[in-house]
């Protein structure tokens, strides 16, 4: 008996950018031999407003409100990124209630965004729902001390140059620290949960692995770094603001899969809620922000700063959010630039994906954990 | 580590001969045509290691040029980031791509190119990244005319 060979052909496979999975409206065209893919091609800009040339057309301090709406679940960490670069550029000091205030901020922003980004990766693997739900609950909790602080949950605008818009309300630091105490039980139930999970166990292992150096060569930063070793947080190296104060480690995974990325995730909310700890414990008395801060945020047009540049950076939730500012002395900055962690981050999409399947595509872009809104700009 | 960045010119230009880099402020300014060699210099010299490129980016200063401004940094020795820049001349910017030093620079280039109309010799995809193909112009540069908001798109004629 003769063999037959059955004929193939490469199929290719839109994936967005109206699709529940890609988080918002992106795009990948998918070139797939039966269910493998074969060559992933990302789409995208539907978001894309040219937020930066309408910074160059606004005061620095005006392209606050426009920041939260980068990365549109850590409002506070784009306006604490903004705020470090004109405080670089215009040679302002914070005030020291306003370094803590501001880390409290960032810090409990990094706990929002792991949990939803925890819960939204368990609904890309399947887990309909529950674990989701999971997260939002106690997510919620933090968007309420959000919005008592700066009178929105989400779209923030708090952080100012030198220190916060305003200080936090009354009771607010004991509430906070009531969330914070409790939060490492959430953790615990959260981790019981998902942890030792068949799916995650089945579906997240070795799969979309990241090699550390093509994360470094790539630009890749963040939990999606450091997940596959590369020991780089902009907390530790640089040490900006308050940071160098606190005690706190560094989780590194080894692997550099999904399932790694998902679990540097676990342990940086257990290393943030020391850090609040510490710093909800420490915070001292004073003014929410220094005299030259409260006078550029009162009277944005008479901040002129002098001639020259800054690149400002955080470490925001999903990696190093850069500002790159110049200014020709006057009011308005002659550049403004944004290092989007999402967007970088999104180069090696294509290397994970190649040689998995359909459905590992979904989850690998699910732990990269874009936001649209900071991907276009 | 350098000790200044007027120690580093002076590095480089020993050990890269031919190559001749300015100081000035804060910002390493290199001729367009020597780029590669100084990227490739920092990145795999045994001393700076800059292996990793933080920014990409450029800035419009009409009417006669264009800068392009990259931030690199050293993961394995954490020290940086460096601010490195290109003049090119307005009407045709072009230099070459550094993707393949770092590949981080493959959508930051590509951003460049859509926004400013930099174009970047060698990039493996230069094509527009969040504008739509068949969008006229490069949006970013100091001179382009925002449509006027207020009317319709007209369809097709």
């Given at each position: 008996m003769s063999a037959t060979t059955a004929e193939t052909q490469l199929l290719e496979i839109n994936l967005g950018p109206q699709h529940p999975s890609t988080?918002?409206?992106?795009r990948m065209i998918a070139t797939l031999d039966g269910e493998t893919i074969v060559k992933l091609k990302p789409v995208m800009g539907y978001l894309h407003r040219n937020h930066e040339q309408i910074g160059e057309g606004i005061t620095y301090v005006a392209s606050f409100p426009f920041t939260d709406r980068l990365d549109y679940f850590n409002a506070m960490s784009?306006?604490?990124?903004?705020?470090?670069?004109?405080?670089?550029?215009?040679?302002?000091?914070?005030?020291?209630?306003?370094?803590?205030?501001?880390?409290?901020?960032?810090?409990?922003?990094?706990?929002?965004?792991?949990?939803?980004?925890?819960?939204?990766?368990?609904?890309?693997m399947g887990a309909f729902g529950t674990p989701l739900l999971y997260a939002f609950r106690e997510r919620e909790r933090i968007l309420d001390l959000f919005e008592a602080a700066s009178g929105s949950r989400m779209m923030c605008n708090y952080v100012r140059p030198g220190g916060v818009r305003e200080d936090v309300p009354v009771q607010w630091l004991e509430r906070a620290r009531e969330i914070v105490n409790n939060f490492p039980i959430f953790l615990d139930e959260f981790e019981t949960l998902l942890t030792e999970n068949e799916i995650i166990q089945q579906r997240a292992k070795h799969v979309g692995v990241l090699p550390k150096t093509l994360a470094v060569n790539a630009s890749i930063t963040g939990p999606m770094a450091r997940a596959s070793g590369v020991n780089y947080d902009i907390r530790k190296v640089d040490g900006y603001s308050i940071y160098p104060k606190f005690a706190f480690k560094v989780p590194l995974g080894s692997v550099g899969d999904v399932y790694d990325r998902y679990y540097v995730r676990i342990l940086e909310m257990r290393e943030s809620v020391k850090i609040l700890q510490q710093a909800l414990k420490d915070i001292p008395g004073g003014p929410a922000i220094s005299p030259k801060g409260q006078a550029i945020s009162k009277a944005p047009r008479t901040f002129k700063p002098p001639k020259g540049e800054a690149y400002g950076r955080v470490e925001s939730p999903k990696g190093e959010l850069g500002f790159y500012l110049v200014s020709d002395g006057s009011s308005q900055p002659y550049r403004y630039h944004i290092r989007a962690p999402s967007f970088i981050n999104l180069t090696v999409l294509e290397d994970m994906c190649l040689g998995q399947k359909v459905a590992d595509a979904i989850i690998i872009l699910g732990s990269i954990d874009i936001v649209l809104g900071e991907v276009d700009r | 580590m350098w000790a200044s960045l007027d120690e580093l010119?002076?590095?480089?230009?020993?050990?890269l001969p031919g190559v001749t880099v300015t100081v000035e402020g804060a910002v390493l300014y290199v001729e367009p045509k020597n780029?590669?060699?100084?990227?490739?210099?920092?990145?795999d010299s045994e001393r700076f290691r800059l292996d990793y490129l933080a920014n990409l980016t450029a800035v419009d200063y009409p009417p006669e040029r264009i800068e392009v401004v990259y931030h690199v940094y050293s993961m394995d020795k954490k020290h940086g980031p460096l601010p490195l820049k290109v003049r090119l001349p307005r009407a045709e910017p072009k230099v070459a791509s550094v993707t393949p030093i770092w590949r981080g620079a493959e959508f930051q280039e590509r951003e460049a190119y859509d926004l400013y109309g930099v174009i970047f010799e060698g990039h493996p995809d230069l094509r527009r990244i969040l504008l739509w193909d068949g969008f006229q112009g490069h949006p970013m540069r100091k001179d382009y005319v925002v449509e006027d908001q207020n009317v319709l798109e007209g369809g097709p004629a």
């Open positions: 988080h918002g409206v992106f784009n306006n604490f990124g903004l705020a470090l670069a004109i405080e670089k550029l215009g040679g302002i000091q914070a005030s020291e209630r306003g370094e803590y205030v501001r880390v409290i901020m960032a810090e409990l922003t990094r706990l929002v965004n792991h949990v939803a980004v925890t819960g939204f990766l368990l609904n890309d | 010119k002076s590095v480089l230009e020993q050990q780029l590669v060699s100084v990227c490739r210099y920092l990145k």
